[in-house]
């Protein structure tokens, strides 16, 4: 198997499709070549393909598509383009075609505020079958699953918008072989669960409830495969098929990439107390004001000095998953409601002896802490107050 990362930083001017000076070309083969062009993404499809997507004009399924955009319209902070701010799905298509001077028709596009400088690309191979995956993504403004609060309200008027919030997951992905039209949709399920699967490995937390995201609000694709007939076309692109596994690994890595870029997010980052916590809660402010309740005033203080040395303390952040863990399994019914307090209790005993280097006396941080029905954070504070001043007593 032949796996291909493109490290897609480069600086370019904006400019339009049609000034070639300022194209870039970032991967090329046989079937297609991907050029970005400042806010651009153009992906040229070489020979006539069958198209899935959910482009505003020409989505669904096509054969007419010869150009894959993907355009920055804003930046991540959410300020618009006023150009395009009030431009229906359809309106903003149709900009963006006359701006590259190509026929909307013939070009599936995507919007989003990530930065196209920050393009994660994997190219996946095996046995002369090649899966193209190319992806922007940004988290940090609407990272969602499918039943939490919705950003937008479709009327009969157009769309209102009931947050400001910004963030998208655009992915295209790419085969050099044909796919039946059904393949095409089983294709589409597994991108989309392979998506998912990058956001759990960073523990990527909804903005809107206590789950974990599963994406963001305004996610898009677009899937391309060749149209031959004369070759007998693929059927089967579940996860258990080799072709499943191939765009796992194209979508996942180009995904895990994109946020690595754009939002600083790898691994490493999330190994932070308050990553694991945060959609249940706990945040910068709330650490601080229950740490300087708990605590003597010389140990707040030592505290404030050095917040890292609790916050990103790997046993600590060990800890706090497994509080998170607890968690999920109280609101998702596996444990009752009446073991809560007293299995958080636990969890918070070991993180206090986690902190305090003294395993030893995990009973007795046990008996100082004090469970509380209402309060699902109370145990983790008591936990880390006592563990840290019994981490400087000596």
Same mark, same amino acid.
């Given at each position: 198997?032949?796996?291909?990362?493109? +490290?897609? =930083?480069?600086?370019?001017?904006?400019?339009?499709?049609?000034? @070639?000076?300022?194209?870039?070309?970032?991967?090329?083969?046989?079937?297609?070549?991907?050029?970005?062009?400042?806010?651009?993404?153009?992906?040229?499809?070489?020979?006539?393909?069958?198209?899935?997507?959910?482009?505003?004009?020409?989505?669904?399924? +096509?054969?007419?598509?010869?150009?894959?955009?993907?355009?920055?319209?804003?930046?991540?902070?959410?300020?618009?383009?006023?150009?395009? $701010?009030?431009?229906?799905?359809?309106?903003?298509?149709?900009?963006? !075609?006359?701006?590259?001077?190509?026929?909307?028709?013939?070009?599936?596009?995507?919007?989003?505020?990530?930065?196209?400088?920050?393009?994660?690309?994997?190219?996946?191979?095996?046995?002369?079958?090649?899966?193209?995956?190319?992806?922007? +993504?940004?988290?940090?403004?609407?990272?969602?699953?499918?039943?939490?609060?919705?950003?937008?309200?479709?009327?009969?008027?157009?769309?209102?918008?009931?947050?400001?919030?910004?963030?998208? =997951?655009?992915? &295209?992905? =790419?085969?050099?072989?044909?796919?039946?039209?059904?393949?095409?949709?089983?294709? $589409?399920?597994?991108?989309?669960?392979?998506?998912?699967?990058?956001?759990?490995?960073?523990? %990527? *937390?909804?903005?809107?409830?206590?789950?974990?995201?599963?994406?963001?609000?305004?996610?898009?694709?677009?899937?391309?495969?060749?149209?031959?007939?004369?070759?007998? *076309?693929?059927?089967?692109?579940?996860?258990?098929?080799?072709?499943?596994?191939? %765009?796992?690994?194209?979508?996942?890595?180009?995904?895990?990439? @994109?946020?690595?870029?754009?939002?600083?997010?790898?691994?490493?980052?999330?190994?932070?107390?308050?990553?694991?916590?945060?959609?249940?809660?706990?945040?910068?402010?709330?650490?601080?004001?229950?740490?300087?309740?708990?605590?003597?005033? !010389?140990?707040?203080?030592?505290?404030?000095?050095?917040?890292?040395? %609790?916050?990103?303390?790997?046993?600590?952040?060990?800890?706090?998953?497994?509080?998170?863990?607890?968690?999920?399994?109280?609101?998702?019914?596996?444990?009752?409601?009446?073991?809560?307090?007293?299995?958080?209790?636990?969890?918070? #005993?070991? &993180? @206090?002896?986690?902190? #305090?280097?003294?395993?030893?006396?995990?009973?007795?941080?046990?008996?100082? %802490?004090? *469970?509380?029905?209402?309060?699902?954070?109370? *145990?983790?504070?008591?936990?880390?107050?006592?563990?840290?001043?019994?981490?400087?007593?000596?």
């Amino acid at each position: 198997m032949k796996i291909v990362q493109t +490290a897609a =930083i480069l600086t370019l001017s904006a400019s339009l499709w049609a000034q @070639a000076p300022s194209r870039t070309t970032l991967f090329e083969t046989p079937t297609f070549v991907a050029t970005r062009a400042g806010r651009y993404l153009i992906v040229e499809l070489k020979k006539p393909h069958l198209v899935l997507s959910t482009s505003g004009r020409a989505g669904g399924q +096509a054969t007419g598509i010869r150009y894959l955009v993907n355009h920055q319209s804003s930046e991540a902070n959410g300020e618009m383009d006023e150009k395009t $701010a009030k431009m229906s799905r359809s309106e903003y298509h149709d900009y963006v !075609a006359r701006l590259l001077n190509l026929n909307p028709m013939e070009m599936a596009m995507m919007g989003t505020a990530a930065n196209m400088n920050n393009l994660g690309h994997r190219h996946v191979e095996v046995n002369g079958v090649s899966v193209d995956a190319f992806v922007t +993504a940004g988290v940090e403004g609407n990272a969602a699953r499918p039943d939490d609060p919705a950003d937008w309200l479709e009327t009969e008027n157009g769309y209102v918008n009931v947050s400001a919030n910004k963030g998208t =997951i655009n992915t &295209i992905l =790419i085969f050099n072989k044909a796919l039946t039209n059904g393949a095409q949709a089983r294709a $589409a399920i597994t991108m989309v669960e392979a998506k998912t699967a990058a956001l759990t490995e960073l523990a %990527i *937390p909804s903005l809107y409830s206590t789950h974990l995201a599963t994406g963001s609000g305004t996610d898009q694709f677009i899937i391309a495969s060749p149209s031959d007939p004369a070759a007998k *076309p693929l059927e089967w692109p579940a996860s258990s098929s080799k072709l499943g596994q191939m %765009i796992g690994q194209a979508v996942t890595g180009a995904t895990l990439d @994109a946020l690595r870029w754009q939002n600083s997010l790898e691994p490493s980052a999330t190994r932070d107390l308050i990553h694991a916590l945060k959609r249940f809660g706990l945040s910068d402010e709330k650490l601080r004001t229950g740490l300087k309740e708990l605590l003597p005033q !010389a140990s707040f203080a030592s505290f404030s000095k050095s917040p890292w040395a %609790i916050t990103h303390d790997p046993g600590i952040s060990a800890g706090a998953y497994a509080y998170a863990a607890v968690l999920d399994r109280l609101q998702y019914g596996t444990l009752p409601q009446e073991l809560g307090a007293e299995s958080l209790r636990n969890q918070a #005993a070991v &993180i @206090a002896a986690t902190l #305090a280097g003294q395993p030893g006396k995990l009973s007795d941080f046990w008996a100082k %802490i004090r *469970p509380s029905a209402n309060d699902r954070l109370s *145990p983790l504070l008591q936990g880390l107050a006592l563990g840290w001043q019994a981490r400087w007593a000596e």
